[in-house]
Nanobody
């Protein structure tokens, strides 16, 4: 079992930056691909970014590419999402997720993830 706890959300003005963190419990974190998803009010949950277990490969939604960066520190059991040039459209609850397929390729699909955090609110004002 893996528990995920997100932090770092908050209120920021458009053009600003935030860094989200997701701390994971469990000894197998370093073997799992990790993803970030978000859900805005009245909208479906959508993919934001993912990273393979090694950190060598990353994936991004087109809407955040070149603005967001996903990274991980396996020694700290933590995955990060650096968000720059934030826009009001980025306002959502952000969730991190873990895919328990050992050394899997990572995925853009939420149904491929097995463990989810409780979410952290990001609000971007115009």
């Amino acid at each position: 079992q893996v528990q995920l706890v997100e932090s770092g959300g908050g209120l920021v003005k458009a053009g600003g930056s935030l860094r989200l963190s997701c701390a994971a419990s469990g000894r197998t974190f370093s073997s799992y691909a990790m993803g970030w998803f978000r859900q805005a009010p009245g909208k479906e949950r959508e993919f934001v970014a993912a990273i393979t277990w090694s950190g060598r490969t990353t994936y991004y939604a087109d809407s955040v590419k070149d603005r967001f960066t996903i990274s991980r520190d396996n020694a700290k059991n933590t995955v990060y999402l650096q968000m720059n040039s934030l826009e009001p459209e980025d306002t959502a609850v952000y969730y991190c997720a873990a895919d328990n397929l050992i050394r899997g390729p990572g995925s853009r699909k939420d149904h491929d993830y097995d463990y989810w955090g409780q979410g952290t609110q990001v609000t971007v004002s115009s």
